[in-house]
Protein backbone atom coordinates (compact mmCIF):
# COMPACT_ATOMS: atom_id res chain seq x y z
CA UNK A 1 0.00 0.00 0.00
CA UNK A 2 1.55 3.43 -1.41
CA UNK A 3 0.51 6.79 -0.18
CA UNK A 4 1.38 9.80 -1.82
CA UNK A 5 0.04 13.55 -0.72
CA UNK A 6 0.80 16.33 -2.93
CA UNK A 7 2.77 14.12 -4.75
CA UNK A 8 4.96 13.81 -1.57
CA UNK A 9 5.53 9.54 -0.82
CA UNK A 10 3.94 9.47 2.82
CA UNK A 11 6.12 6.50 3.97
CA UNK A 12 4.86 6.68 7.70
CA UNK A 13 1.10 6.45 6.29
CA UNK A 14 -1.34 9.00 7.32
CA UNK A 15 -5.48 9.79 7.41
CA UNK A 16 -5.58 9.07 3.67
CA UNK A 17 -4.25 5.52 4.26
CA UNK A 18 -6.54 5.10 7.22
CA UNK A 19 -9.31 6.15 5.09
CA UNK A 20 -9.14 3.30 2.49
CA UNK A 21 -8.08 0.93 5.18
CA UNK A 22 -11.02 1.33 6.80
CA UNK A 23 -13.66 1.67 4.02
CA UNK A 24 -11.69 -1.81 2.46
CA UNK A 25 -12.74 -3.78 5.20
CA UNK A 26 -15.79 -2.48 5.80
CA UNK A 27 -17.46 -2.50 1.93
CA UNK A 28 -15.80 -6.17 1.66
CA UNK A 29 -17.57 -7.50 4.46
CA UNK A 30 -20.32 -5.80 3.85
CA UNK A 31 -20.44 -7.37 0.42
CA UNK A 32 -19.23 -10.87 1.62
CA UNK A 33 -22.62 -11.73 3.48
CA UNK A 34 -24.85 -9.45 0.76
CA UNK A 35 -23.42 -12.06 -2.01
CA UNK A 36 -23.35 -15.06 0.82
CA UNK A 37 -19.89 -16.17 0.30
CA UNK A 38 -19.43 -15.36 3.80
CA UNK A 39 -22.27 -17.91 4.89
CA UNK A 40 -21.29 -17.45 8.83
CA UNK A 41 -22.44 -14.26 10.00
CA UNK A 42 -19.99 -14.37 13.28
CA UNK A 43 -17.09 -14.25 10.86
CA UNK A 44 -15.87 -10.86 10.51
CA UNK A 45 -12.66 -10.56 8.41
CA UNK A 46 -10.23 -7.82 9.65
CA UNK A 47 -8.29 -5.62 7.71
CA UNK A 48 -5.37 -7.81 8.00
CA UNK A 49 -7.23 -10.69 5.93
CA UNK A 50 -9.04 -8.59 3.70
CA UNK A 51 -5.58 -6.72 2.20
CA UNK A 52 -3.85 -9.91 1.70
CA UNK A 53 -2.60 -10.37 -1.88
CA UNK A 54 -4.05 -6.87 -2.76
CA UNK A 55 -2.27 -3.85 -4.16
CA UNK A 56 -3.23 -0.56 -3.08
CA UNK A 57 -1.85 3.04 -4.79
CA UNK A 58 -3.65 6.36 -2.41
CA UNK A 59 -2.61 9.81 -4.02
CA UNK A 60 -4.67 13.00 -2.54
CA UNK A 61 -4.41 16.84 -3.44
CA UNK A 62 -5.14 18.67 -0.25
CA UNK A 63 -4.90 22.38 -0.31
CA UNK A 64 -3.40 22.46 3.19
CA UNK A 65 -1.68 19.66 4.25
CA UNK A 66 -0.46 19.13 7.61
CA UNK A 67 2.36 16.49 8.03
CA UNK A 68 3.20 14.72 11.16
CA UNK A 69 6.29 12.65 12.53
CA UNK A 70 10.22 13.54 12.91
CA UNK A 71 10.67 12.69 9.57
CA UNK A 72 7.29 14.88 8.46
CA UNK A 73 6.27 11.85 6.34
CA UNK A 74 3.12 10.95 7.86
CA UNK A 75 -0.57 13.46 6.77
CA UNK A 76 -2.46 13.82 9.56
CA UNK A 77 -5.66 16.22 7.81
CA UNK A 78 -8.30 14.12 9.86
CA UNK A 79 -11.00 15.35 6.86
CA UNK A 80 -9.01 13.59 4.40
CA UNK A 81 -10.06 10.36 6.21
CA UNK A 82 -13.88 10.83 5.82
CA UNK A 83 -13.27 11.87 2.11
CA UNK A 84 -11.40 8.67 1.06
CA UNK A 85 -13.37 6.60 3.11
CA UNK A 86 -16.78 7.67 0.95
CA UNK A 87 -14.92 7.78 -2.01
CA UNK A 88 -13.55 3.98 -2.11
CA UNK A 89 -16.75 2.69 -0.46
CA UNK A 90 -19.20 4.53 -3.16
CA UNK A 91 -16.57 3.28 -6.20
CA UNK A 92 -15.58 0.34 -4.87
CA UNK A 93 -18.75 -1.08 -4.13
CA UNK A 94 -20.13 0.19 -7.65
CA UNK A 95 -16.91 -1.72 -9.49
CA UNK A 96 -17.43 -5.12 -7.57
CA UNK A 97 -21.18 -5.05 -8.21
CA UNK A 98 -20.62 -5.31 -11.68
CA UNK A 99 -17.76 -7.80 -11.65
CA UNK A 100 -18.54 -10.51 -9.24
CA UNK A 101 -15.75 -12.74 -10.12
CA UNK A 102 -12.88 -10.31 -8.51
CA UNK A 103 -15.69 -10.18 -5.41
CA UNK A 104 -14.94 -13.64 -4.86
CA UNK A 105 -11.51 -13.87 -6.07
CA UNK A 106 -10.80 -11.39 -3.25
CA UNK A 107 -13.29 -12.63 -0.77
CA UNK A 108 -11.93 -16.48 -1.56
CA UNK A 109 -7.85 -14.69 -0.29
CA UNK A 110 -9.75 -13.11 2.90
CA UNK A 111 -11.22 -16.53 3.85
CA UNK A 112 -8.22 -18.13 3.47
CA UNK A 113 -5.92 -16.33 5.73
CA UNK A 114 -8.89 -15.96 7.96
CA UNK A 115 -8.57 -19.52 8.54
CA UNK A 116 -4.72 -19.59 8.20
CA UNK A 117 -4.64 -17.42 10.98
CA UNK A 118 -4.92 -19.28 14.13
CA UNK A 119 -2.77 -22.19 12.59
CA UNK A 120 -0.58 -19.35 12.10
CA UNK A 121 -0.95 -18.09 15.98
CA UNK A 122 -0.24 -21.77 17.25
CA UNK A 123 2.97 -21.58 15.08
CA UNK A 124 4.31 -18.84 16.85
CA UNK A 125 3.40 -19.97 20.20
CA UNK A 126 5.38 -23.10 19.36
CA UNK A 127 8.34 -20.92 18.17
CA UNK A 128 8.27 -19.14 21.74
CA UNK A 129 7.75 -22.06 23.62
CA UNK A 130 10.34 -24.39 22.12
CA UNK A 131 12.74 -21.01 22.77
CA UNK A 132 11.65 -21.08 26.20
CA UNK A 133 12.74 -24.65 27.23
CA UNK A 134 16.49 -24.05 25.80
CA UNK A 135 16.77 -21.22 28.40
CA UNK A 136 14.75 -22.30 31.61
CA UNK A 137 16.49 -23.55 34.74
CA UNK A 138 15.72 -26.87 36.15
CA UNK A 139 12.40 -27.41 37.81
CA UNK A 140 11.78 -26.50 41.40
CA UNK A 141 9.77 -29.72 41.77
CA UNK A 142 13.11 -31.99 40.84
CA UNK A 143 15.39 -33.25 43.59
CA UNK A 144 18.52 -33.88 41.94
CA UNK A 145 21.73 -36.21 42.52
CA UNK A 146 25.08 -34.46 43.27
CA UNK A 147 26.82 -36.63 40.56
CA UNK A 148 27.42 -35.02 37.59
CA UNK A 149 27.89 -37.89 35.44
CA UNK A 150 25.13 -39.07 33.46
CA UNK A 151 26.13 -42.45 33.08
CA UNK A 152 25.68 -43.34 37.04
CA UNK A 153 23.01 -41.39 37.46
CA UNK A 154 19.25 -41.93 37.11
CA UNK A 155 16.06 -40.27 38.30
CA UNK A 156 12.61 -41.31 39.73
CA UNK A 157 9.52 -40.16 38.34
CA UNK A 158 6.82 -40.34 40.93
CA UNK A 159 3.17 -39.73 41.02
CA UNK A 160 2.18 -37.08 43.93
CA UNK A 161 4.25 -35.10 46.78
CA UNK A 162 3.16 -37.86 49.05
CA UNK A 163 5.65 -40.32 47.21
CA UNK A 164 7.62 -37.74 46.61
CA UNK A 165 8.54 -37.09 49.92
CA UNK A 166 9.06 -40.64 50.79
CA UNK A 167 11.21 -41.08 47.47
CA UNK A 168 13.34 -37.90 48.39
CA UNK A 169 14.07 -39.29 52.00
CA UNK A 170 14.67 -42.71 51.09
CA UNK A 171 17.10 -41.90 48.10
CA UNK A 172 20.54 -42.18 47.47
CA UNK A 173 21.63 -38.43 46.89
CA UNK A 174 24.85 -39.46 45.37
CA UNK A 175 23.34 -41.11 42.07
CA UNK A 176 19.74 -40.71 42.74
CA UNK A 177 17.37 -37.97 41.95
CA UNK A 178 13.47 -37.51 42.01
CA UNK A 179 10.88 -35.67 39.99
CA UNK A 180 7.34 -35.64 41.49
CA UNK A 181 4.57 -34.99 39.23
CA UNK A 182 1.05 -33.48 40.06
CA UNK A 183 -1.54 -35.80 39.19
CA UNK A 184 -1.85 -36.64 35.37
CA UNK A 185 0.32 -35.87 33.16
CA UNK A 186 -1.21 -34.36 28.98
CA UNK A 187 -1.97 -36.90 27.03
CA UNK A 188 -0.01 -36.22 24.16
CA UNK A 189 -1.55 -38.38 21.63
CA UNK A 190 -4.68 -36.56 21.72
CA UNK A 191 -2.87 -32.67 21.67
CA UNK A 192 -0.87 -30.82 19.27
CA UNK A 193 2.40 -29.86 20.19
CA UNK A 194 1.35 -26.04 21.19
CA UNK A 195 -0.60 -27.32 23.86
CA UNK A 196 2.01 -30.07 24.72
CA UNK A 197 4.68 -27.32 25.62
CA UNK A 198 2.45 -24.90 28.00
CA UNK A 199 1.53 -27.95 29.99
CA UNK A 200 3.51 -27.44 33.17
CA UNK A 201 4.50 -30.96 33.94
CA UNK A 202 6.09 -31.75 30.22
CA UNK A 203 7.98 -28.89 30.75
CA UNK A 204 9.23 -29.84 34.07
CA UNK A 205 9.89 -33.37 32.52
CA UNK A 206 11.79 -32.25 29.23
CA UNK A 207 13.99 -29.72 31.73
CA UNK A 208 14.97 -31.93 34.13
CA UNK A 209 15.74 -35.11 31.62
CA UNK A 210 17.61 -32.36 29.32
CA UNK A 211 15.09 -33.47 26.09
CA UNK A 212 15.19 -30.49 24.23
CA UNK A 213 12.88 -29.94 21.72
CA UNK A 214 11.39 -32.46 19.62
CA UNK A 215 12.16 -33.42 16.56
CA UNK A 216 15.95 -32.71 17.18
CA UNK A 217 18.66 -35.53 16.71
CA UNK A 218 19.23 -37.20 20.02
CA UNK A 219 22.14 -36.95 21.47
CA UNK A 220 22.59 -39.45 24.46
CA UNK A 221 25.44 -36.81 25.88
CA UNK A 222 22.66 -34.26 26.19
CA UNK A 223 20.85 -36.54 28.82
CA UNK A 224 20.94 -35.73 32.81
CA UNK A 225 20.25 -39.08 33.79
CA UNK A 226 20.52 -42.39 31.23
CA UNK A 227 18.48 -44.34 33.62
CA UNK A 228 14.57 -43.16 33.75
CA UNK A 229 12.46 -44.88 36.23
CA UNK A 230 9.28 -44.54 36.30
CA UNK A 231 7.75 -44.87 39.80
CA UNK A 232 4.13 -45.36 40.10
CA UNK A 233 1.33 -46.70 42.55
CA UNK A 234 0.57 -50.95 42.01
CA UNK A 235 -3.05 -49.43 41.42
CA UNK A 236 -5.57 -48.82 38.13
CA UNK A 237 -4.27 -44.52 38.55
CA UNK A 238 -0.78 -45.67 39.10
CA UNK A 239 -1.02 -47.88 35.64
CA UNK A 240 -3.16 -44.67 33.77
CA UNK A 241 0.04 -42.73 35.02
CA UNK A 242 2.55 -44.91 33.68
CA UNK A 243 1.05 -45.07 30.21
CA UNK A 244 1.04 -41.37 29.54
CA UNK A 245 4.40 -41.12 30.77
CA UNK A 246 5.70 -44.12 28.10
CA UNK A 247 3.08 -42.12 25.28
CA UNK A 248 4.66 -39.04 25.83
CA UNK A 249 8.24 -40.91 25.79
CA UNK A 250 7.55 -42.50 22.92
CA UNK A 251 5.70 -39.59 20.73
CA UNK A 252 8.35 -37.15 22.50
CA UNK A 253 11.80 -39.35 21.88
CA UNK A 254 11.53 -42.47 20.62
CA UNK A 255 14.89 -43.21 20.69
CA UNK A 256 14.95 -43.55 24.75
CA UNK A 257 13.97 -46.70 23.96
CA UNK A 258 16.21 -47.67 21.62
CA UNK A 259 19.33 -46.44 23.85
CA UNK A 260 17.45 -48.77 27.14
CA UNK A 261 17.00 -45.63 29.22
CA UNK A 262 13.70 -46.26 29.95
CA UNK A 263 12.75 -48.07 33.09
CA UNK A 264 9.55 -49.56 34.99
CA UNK A 265 10.15 -49.35 38.89
CA UNK A 266 7.98 -52.04 40.33
CA UNK A 267 6.80 -51.56 44.32
CA UNK A 268 6.01 -53.97 46.27
CA UNK A 269 2.03 -54.84 46.56
CA UNK A 270 1.93 -56.87 50.00
CA UNK A 271 3.61 -56.66 53.23
CA UNK A 272 3.86 -60.05 55.08
CA UNK A 273 5.12 -60.34 58.74
CA UNK A 274 5.61 -63.27 60.53
CA UNK A 275 7.21 -62.90 63.67
CA UNK A 276 10.34 -60.86 63.75
CA UNK A 277 10.46 -61.50 59.97
CA UNK A 278 9.15 -59.08 56.98
CA UNK A 279 8.68 -60.29 53.69
CA UNK A 280 7.53 -58.26 50.84
CA UNK A 281 5.49 -59.59 47.93
CA UNK A 282 5.34 -58.10 44.22
CA UNK A 283 1.99 -59.71 42.82
CA UNK A 284 -0.68 -61.98 44.22
CA UNK A 285 0.98 -65.37 42.32
CA UNK A 286 4.20 -63.68 45.48
CA UNK A 287 1.88 -63.58 48.16
CA UNK A 288 0.36 -67.21 47.47
CA UNK A 289 3.73 -69.09 47.17
CA UNK A 290 4.53 -67.07 50.41
CA UNK A 291 1.79 -68.43 52.11
CA UNK A 292 2.06 -72.26 50.82
CA UNK A 293 5.67 -71.96 52.27
CA UNK A 294 4.12 -71.32 55.87
CA UNK A 295 2.98 -74.39 58.42
CA UNK A 296 -0.91 -74.35 58.00
CA UNK A 297 -1.22 -72.79 61.71
CA UNK A 298 1.33 -70.29 61.00
CA UNK A 299 0.22 -66.71 62.14
CA UNK A 300 1.09 -63.69 60.29
CA UNK A 301 -0.13 -60.35 59.17
CA UNK A 302 -0.81 -59.11 55.57
CA UNK A 303 -0.37 -55.58 54.94
CA UNK A 304 -1.82 -53.80 51.18
CA UNK A 305 0.20 -51.15 50.23
CA UNK A 306 -2.06 -48.74 48.54
CA UNK A 307 0.51 -46.13 47.45
CA UNK A 308 3.92 -46.10 47.07
CA UNK A 309 3.21 -42.77 49.93
CA UNK A 310 1.96 -45.49 52.17
CA UNK A 311 5.70 -46.32 52.33
CA UNK A 312 8.05 -45.21 55.08
CA UNK A 313 11.18 -44.14 52.99
CA UNK A 314 13.66 -46.86 54.81
CA UNK A 315 10.83 -49.59 53.03
CA UNK A 316 10.56 -47.53 49.86
CA UNK A 317 14.54 -47.50 49.76
CA UNK A 318 14.92 -51.16 50.75
CA UNK A 319 12.36 -52.54 48.34
CA UNK A 320 11.94 -50.54 45.35
CA UNK A 321 15.06 -48.07 45.24
CA UNK A 322 17.88 -49.69 46.48
CA UNK A 323 20.01 -51.26 43.14
CA UNK A 324 20.96 -54.36 45.18
CA UNK A 325 17.67 -55.70 45.68
CA UNK A 326 15.04 -53.64 43.44
CA UNK A 327 13.06 -55.07 40.80
CA UNK A 328 13.15 -53.09 37.40
CA UNK A 329 12.03 -53.91 34.17
CA UNK A 330 13.50 -52.29 30.86
CA UNK A 331 11.09 -51.35 28.53
CA UNK A 332 12.66 -51.65 24.55
CA UNK A 333 10.32 -51.56 21.55
CA UNK A 334 10.49 -54.36 19.54
CA UNK A 335 7.88 -53.74 16.84
CA UNK A 336 7.92 -49.95 16.13
CA UNK A 337 4.93 -50.11 13.63
CA UNK A 338 2.97 -52.40 16.02
CA UNK A 339 3.91 -50.01 18.89
CA UNK A 340 2.82 -47.18 16.89
CA UNK A 341 -0.49 -48.57 16.42
CA UNK A 342 -1.13 -49.75 20.16
CA UNK A 343 0.08 -45.78 21.24
CA UNK A 344 -2.77 -44.39 18.70
CA UNK A 345 -5.78 -47.36 19.08
CA UNK A 346 -5.37 -47.11 22.96
CA UNK A 347 -4.40 -43.18 23.61
CA UNK A 348 -5.91 -41.76 20.36
CA UNK A 349 -9.50 -39.47 20.23
CA UNK A 350 -11.39 -42.49 17.93
CA UNK A 351 -13.26 -44.29 20.94
CA UNK A 352 -14.50 -46.98 18.92
CA UNK A 353 -10.97 -48.53 18.46
CA UNK A 354 -10.96 -48.93 21.76
CA UNK A 355 -14.68 -50.10 22.46
CA UNK A 356 -13.85 -52.86 20.09
CA UNK A 357 -10.46 -53.57 21.28
CA UNK A 358 -12.37 -54.46 24.86
CA UNK A 359 -15.41 -56.27 23.39
CA UNK A 360 -12.42 -58.35 21.25
CA UNK A 361 -11.17 -59.16 24.55
CA UNK A 362 -13.47 -58.75 27.36
CA UNK A 363 -13.60 -62.86 27.41
CA UNK A 364 -9.70 -62.98 28.11
CA UNK A 365 -10.18 -61.12 31.47
CA UNK A 366 -10.34 -62.68 34.77
CA UNK A 367 -12.88 -60.71 36.44
CA UNK A 368 -12.14 -61.60 40.51
CA UNK A 369 -8.53 -59.75 39.66
CA UNK A 370 -10.32 -56.64 38.35
CA UNK A 371 -9.19 -53.70 40.68
CA UNK A 372 -12.54 -51.83 41.00
Known sequence: MLGYANSIRTVDGGTHIDGVKASLTRTLN??????????DKEINLSGEHVREGLTCIVS????????????KTRLGNPEVRRMVDQSVQEYLTEYLELHPDVLDSILSKSLNAFKAAPAAKRARELVRSKSVLKSSSLPGKLADCSSTNPEESEIFIVEGDSAGGSAKQGRDRRFQAILPLRGKILNVERKDETAMYKNEEIQNLILALGLGVKGEDFKKENLRYHKIII???????GAHIRTLLLTFFFRYQRALFDEGCIYVGVPPLYKVERGKQVYYCYDDADLKKLQSSFPQNA???????KGLGEMMPAQLWETTMNPEQRLLKQLMVEDAAEANVIFSSLMGARVDVRKELIQSSANRINVEQLDI
Open 231 to 237: LTDADVD
Open 299 to 305: SYHIQRF
Open 30 to 39: SLGKKSKVIK
Open 60 to 71: VKVPNPEFEGQT
